[in-house]
Each structure stands twice: as C-alpha cells, then as structure tokens.
C-alpha cells in the first residue's frame, strides 16, 4: 500500500511559479513511476507529466511541454512539479499517481492516487 500526499498548491497570478511536490508513504518508492494529473471543473482528467523509476527519462504532455518540469528523489520518498509560465487555463486540481509500471500517460497504469492539492492561476 502506498498513501500520496500533495503539497504546494495556490493561487498564483498568470506568468508566476509553482512547486508542487507529493510525499510517499512505505519504502517502495522507488520501485514506483510516479506521474501527475489535472482535473479542471467540467473536464476530465488529463494527463500532465511522468518519470520512470529511476528518474532517468520523463514525458510530458504538449499544453505544458517546455513550462513543466517533473523531478524525483528517492531518498525523500517524495515527487516533484515545477511549474513555471503559468496560465489561467492550468488551473485545476493537480493530483499524484504511482504505478509499478513505466512512465505513463495512461490513468489506469497507476494504482495509488492522492487526494489532489488545487492551482489556481488568475489572469
């Protein structure tokens, strides 16, 4: 079992920063990709941005390609997003996943999911 709690949300005005990160219970982290996911009102979730195991590779999606970074260190169990430029239309609920597989841009390859922390980006 593995319980995702995410931190570091806010209200941020449009071209500022953000740093969310999302701290793991258990001493498996490692073994787990880790991604993070959106969900803004009236929108299904989506994919936003992934890392392996390791760290070594990531992908990410295009609306935030060059602006979102994800970072990891397994030595504090804990997952990283750094969100910079940021846009009105990235605000949403910005939840973590862990999954034992690759790093992927599909929900169901992740088994443990946080509660979600909110962004909120005016304009």
């Known amino acids: 079992q593995v319980q995702l709690v995410e931190l570091g949300g806010g209200l941020v005005q449009a071209g500022g920063s953000l740093r969310l990160s999302c701290a793991a219970s258990?001493?498996?982290?490692?073994?787990?990709?880790m991604g993070w996911f959106r969900e803004a009102p009236g929108k299904e979730r989506e994919f936003v941005t992934a890392?392996?195991?390791?760290?070594?590779?990531?992908r990410t999606a295009d609306p935030v390609k060059g602006r979102f970074t994800i970072s990891r260190d397994n030595a504090k169990n804990t997952v990283y997003l750094q969100m910079n430029s940021l846009k009105p239309e990235d605000t949403a609920v910005y939840l973590c996943a862990a999954g034992r597989g690759v790093a992927s841009a599909t929900m169901s390859s992740y088994e443990y999911w946080g509660q979600g922390t909110q962004v909120t980006v005016s304009s």
């Open positions: 890392i392996s195991r390791s760290g070594s590779s990531t």
């Open positions: 258990g001493r498996t982290f490692s073994s787990y990709a």
